[in-house]
C-alpha cells in the first residue's frame, strides 16, 4: 500500500512538471507557424527527389504513395523525433551548475528531465502537426496526398506505435543528457548523436530506400523502433500483424532497456558533480 501511494505522488509530481513545461511552450505560437512553413518547403523537397528515384523502378519497393505519406507524417511530427531541438534550460542547467537546485527536489533528476523534454516536444508537435496534416490530405495533391490508413485497426497500431516511439527517443535523449554532464560543452556530443540517429532512424534517408544488409542491421539497434516503424504501420509498408505485434513488444523493451542505462548514467554522474561558483 505504501509503495503504491509512493508510485502516486511521483506521477503526480511528474505530470506537475510536464504541465508547467507543456504550458510554457506552447506559448511561442509564432516560431510553430514559422516551424510549420519550414516542414511544408522540407516536405515538398524530399518528395519531389525521392519521387525521382522511385519512377526508375530501382529505389525500393516503396510506392509514391506510402513514400508522400512517410515524408508528410515525418514532417507534421518532426518535433518529436527532432534530437538537435532538445531542452536548452536543461542544457544551462548542466553547464552552468543550475542542477543543484533540481537535486534538491523530492524527485529524481532523471524523472524531472523526462518529463520537461516530453513536454517541450508534444508542445511544439501540437501547434505544427494539425496544419501540416490538413494541407496534405488536400485532394488537388493527387498521388502526393497522404494515405488514409487502411482499417481502424491499422490507425490504432500506428498511435500505439507512435506514443512507444516517442518514449524509445525520449530515453536515448535522457542517454545523452547524462554524457552532457560530462562536459563544458553539448554542442559536440549533440552532433555524435544527432548524425547517428538522423541516418538510422530514417530521419535522413527513409529506411526502405536503403540496401538490405543494412535494414538487417539496423533492426539490431533502437533507432529502427522510432520514427521508422510508426510511418510504415501506418502507410502499409509493414501490413503483417504479427510482425506490428513483434515490433511493439521490441520497443517495450527498448524503452526498458534504454530507461535503465540512462538512469544509471545520469545517477552516476550525479555523484561524481562538482557545482562551480557560489
Same mark, same amino acid.
Given at each position: 500500500?505504501?509503495?503504491?501511494?509512493?508510485?502516486?505522488?511521483?506521477?503526480?509530481?511528474?505530470?506537475?512538471?510536464?504541465?508547467?513545461?507543456?504550458?510554457?511552450?506552447?506559448?511561442?505560437?509564432?516560431?510553430?507557424?514559422?516551424?510549420?512553413?519550414?516542414?511544408?518547403?522540407?516536405?515538398?523537397?524530399?518528395?519531389?527527389?525521392?519521387?525521382?528515384?522511385?519512377?526508375?523502378?530501382?529505389?525500393?519497393?516503396?510506392?509514391?504513395?506510402?513514400?508522400?505519406?512517410?515524408?508528410?507524417?515525418?514532417?507534421?511530427?518532426?518535433?518529436?523525433?527532432?534530437?538537435?531541438?532538445?531542452?536548452?534550460?536543461?542544457?544551462?542547467?548542466?553547464?552552468?551548475?543550475? +542542477? /543543484?537546485?533540481? #537535486?534538491?527536489?523530492?524527485?529524481?533528476?532523471?524523472? =524531472?528531465?523526462?518529463?520537461k523534454s516530453l513536454?517541450? @516536444? &508534444?508542445?511544439?508537435?501540437?501547434?505544427?502537426?494539425?496544419?501540416?496534416?490538413?494541407?496534405?490530405?488536400?485532394?488537388?495533391?493527387?498521388?502526393?496526398?497522404?494515405?488514409?490508413?487502411?482499417?481502424?485497426?491499422?490507425?490504432?497500431?500506428?498511435? +500505439? /506505435?507512435?506514443? #512507444?516511439?516517442?518514449?524509445?527517443?525520449?530515453?536515448? =535523449?535522457?542517454?545523452?543528457?547524462?554524457?552532457?554532464? @560530462? &562536459?563544458?560543452?553539448?554542442?559536440?556530443?549533440?552532433?555524435?548523436?544527432?548524425?547517428?540517429?538522423?541516418?538510422?532512424?530514417?530521419?535522413l534517408i527513409p529506411?526502405?530506400?536503403?540496401?538490405?544488409?543494412?535494414?538487417?542491421?539496423?533492426?539490431?539497434?533502437?533507432?529502427?523502433?522510432?520514427?521508422?516503424?510508426?510511418?510504415?504501420?501506418?502507410?502499409?509498408?509493414?501490413?503483417?500483424?504479427?510482425? &506490428?505485434?513483434?515490433?511493439?513488444?521490441?520497443?517495450?523493451?527498448?524503452?526498458?532497456?534504454?530507461?535503465?542505462?540512462?538512469?544509471?548514467?545520469?545517477?552516476?554522474?550525479?555523484?561524481?558533480?562538482?557545482?562551480?561558483?557560489?
Amino acid at each position: 500500500m505504501e509503495r503504491i501511494k509512493k508510485l502516486t505522488r511521483m506521477i503526480r509530481i511528474y505530470l506537475s512538471y510536464f504541465k508547467i513545461k507543456f504550458l510554457n511552450e506552447i506559448q511561442y505560437k509564432v516560431a510553430a507557424i514559422a516551424g510549420s512553413c519550414t516542414q511544408f518547403v522540407w516536405a515538398g523537397m524530399y518528395i519531389m527527389l525521392y519521387t525521382a528515384f522511385l519512377k526508375d523502378g530501382s529505389a525500393s519497393d516503396f510506392s509514391v504513395r506510402q513514400m508522400t505519406t512517410y515524408i508528410w507524417l515525418q514532417q507534421a511530427f518532426f518535433a518529436f523525433f527532432n534530437i538537435w531541438n532538445i531542452d536548452k534550460e536543461i542544457e544551462e542547467q548542466c553547464r552552468l551548475g543550475d +542542477i /543543484a537546485t533540481e #537535486l534538491v527536489k523530492p524527485i529524481s533528476l532523471y524523472s =524531472i528531465w523526462h518529463a520537461k523534454s516530453l513536454a517541450k @516536444k &508534444t508542445a511544439m508537435v501540437s501547434l505544427r502537426a494539425l496544419p501540416i496534416l490538413i494541407v496534405s490530405m488536400m485532394p488537388f495533391l493527387g498521388q502526393y496526398q497522404i494515405m488514409a490508413p487502411k482499417s481502424a485497426l491499422s490507425l490504432v497500431l500506428s498511435i +500505439i /506505435a507512435m506514443i #512507444l516511439s516517442v518514449l524509445v527517443m525520449i530515453s536515448f =535523449i535522457m542517454i545523452m543528457y547524462g554524457v552532457i554532464l @560530462k &562536459t563544458v560543452t553539448s554542442n559536440g556530443i549533440k552532433t555524435m548523436f544527432g548524425l547517428v540517429m538522423d541516418f538510422a532512424s530514417g530521419g535522413l534517408i527513409p529506411i526502405p530506400f536503403m540496401p538490405e544488409f543494412i535494414i538487417n542491421i539496423l533492426k539490431f539497434t533502437p533507432f529502427y523502433y522510432m520514427q521508422n516503424v510508426t510511418f510504415n504501420i501506418y502507410n502499409g509498408y509493414i501490413s503483417s500483424a504479427g510482425e &506490428t505485434i513483434k515490433i511493439l513488444i521490441l520497443q517495450v523493451c527498448w524503452i526498458i532497456l534504454l530507461t535503465y542505462i540512462g538512469k544509471r548514467i545520469i545517477n552516476k554522474q550525479i555523484a561524481k558533480v562538482v557545482v562551480q561558483g557560489g
